[in-house]
Every structure is written in structure tokens, then in C-alpha cells.
């Protein structure tokens, strides 16, 4: 949480709207310490001194967390099973301001770069022409009034890059030819990857699913056997309060 917010001030970032904060790795270093924070505060307070108070804070905040967890990991499927469901959780204009300020926020361009590299992919809908999405970035976007000497270019992270091979930054440039009448013309892009990373991430998905039930299992199971503790310590303390009652 600290690191996040020390960034956030170092860069002077302005948050515009839940896109550009949720986008943000150092915003979502920031959100998730606080939560960690917050749970870890309410369960060791009250676990230490017995009070029930943070203790249902603690149960009650964990069970929302897993049954958003669990709505997320079912959206997530219909999403890659059903393409009409799909377009519905995530529209194409869904990342529209990650592209368009690649160039204006260094974290936002270390966060894409990272994406295209791994994945091997180009832009951001589920398509096989994902770079014609960096049209939508005001200096890669290829017309005569853009001065940009990026102009018609993609970044170089959408670059095909062989192992052992010489890396070339400048392969994505001049991926379209521009005629004096504003005609665009498309080159060469076997230099490039082309898909775009949502079709890239669902070409993952379907290679490492196993993998992916692996973790879902490690991330929610100990959730699970915490929220049982909770449960268990609050009706030991309420039978030896109702004890003392008696």
C-alpha cells in the first residue's frame, strides 16, 4: 500500500475514471494493501482479544470476497465459452483507454508492453487484426494530420522476436503505407504479431486450464477453511459467554 501510494505521487497521477484506476498497477497496489490491511487488522484484533465484533467483520468480509471470487471465475468461463457472453463482459472499447494512453503513462506502457510480450499478441480485441487497434493511439494512429513520427507503427512489444535473434525495436514501424490522399495501405506484418491479446488470452486459457483450476482451488479452498475458523471460534466464545450467564 505504501509503495502504491508513493508511486502514485512520485508520477502525480490523476485518476479519470474506473478503467484508468483499475488499469493502474500502482491504483491496484494500493487497493488491494488497504484490503489486505483492513482483513488482516479486523481478523488479528479480534481473534486476539476475542471480540466478536471484528470477528464477524473478518467472517463476513471473506465470505463476500469468495462469493465475488466465485462470480468472477463463472463469468470468466461463460466468457470464454459463449461468445455472445463474451462481448457482453468485455466489449471491445473495454481497454480503448489503455491503448490510447499508452504513450502518456509509463506504468500503462509497462503494463501493456508485458502483456503483448508474454501473450504474444498485438492491440486488444479478440481478433486476428488486433494492431489496427493502435490506430485508436493519437501517435501511432496513421493519418496526415498526425505528425507523430510513430505515425502508422505499432509498439515495438507487438514484435516477433526469435530467440537468439538481434532484437529490432524499429519492426513495427511503417507497418502501413500512407498516400498523399490519406489512403492507407497495409505492409508487411509477418514481423509483428497480429492477434489481438484478448483472442492471445484465450488461446492461453485453453492450453493451461489445468493449471488455471489448480490455482482457482489454492486461492479459494484456504479461504474456505479460514471462513470455517472464523465461524468456529465465534460459537466457542458465544458458548463460553452464555457459560458465564448461567
Not at 487488522?41 to 471470487?69: D, H, P, V
Not at 457472453?85 to 501493456?112: E, K, T
Request: glycine fraction near 6%; proline fraction near 4%; aromatic fraction near 10%.
Amino acid at each position: 500500500m505504501a509503495m502504491g501510494t508513493y508511486i502514485l505521487v512520485l508520477k502525480e497521477k490523476t485518476v479519470h475514471d474506473a478503467i484508468d484506476f483499475f488499469l493502474d498497477p500502482a491504483c491496484d497496489m494500493c487497493l488491494a494493501g488497504s484490503l489486505v490491511f483492513a482483513l488482516a487488522f479486523f481478523g488479528c484484533m479480534g481473534s486476539l482479544r476475542e471480540n466478536t465484533a471484528f470477528l464477524k467483520i473478518f467472517y463476513y468480509s471473506l465470505a463476500i470476497f469468495l462469493l465475488l471470487e466465485v462470480g468472477l471465475t463463472v463469468c470468466f468461463f461463460l466468457a470464454y465459452y459463449l461468445p455472445d457472453v463474451r462481448n457482453v463482459i468485455f466489449p471491445d472499447n473495454l481497454f480503448r483507454q489503455a491503448i490510447v494512453s499508452y504513450r502518456d503513462d509509463n506504468d500503462m506502457r509497462d503494463l501493456i508492453d508485458n502483456i503483448q510480450s508474454s501473450l504474444g499478441c498485438c492491440g486488444q480485441t479478440d481478433s486476428e487484426k488486433g494492431y489496427e487497434d493502435w490506430n485508436q493511439n493519437p501517435y501511432f494512429n496513421c493519418s496526415l494530420q498526425n505528425e507523430s513520427p510513430e505515425r502508422c507503427s505499432v509498439p515495438p512489444s507487438c514484435c516477433r522476436i526469435l530467440p537468439g535473434s538481434n532484437i529490432n525495436l524499429l519492426c513495427g514501424a511503417n507497418i502501413y503505407t500512407l498516400a498523399k490522399d490519406g489512403q492507407m495501405t497495409l505492409g508487411d506484418t509477418s514481423k509483428i504479431y497480429t492477434d489481438g491479446c484478448l483472442k492471445a488470452l484465450r488461446v492461453w486459457v485453453d492450453s493451461n486450464m489445468l493449471i488455471l483450476g489448480g490455482v482457482m482451488a489454492g486461492i479459494l479452498v484456504p479461504q474456505i477453511f479460514i471462513i470455517c475458523l472464523t465461524r468456529n471460534l465465534l460459537d466457542m466464545i458465544r458458548a463460553q459467554k452464555d457459560k458465564w450467564r448461567r
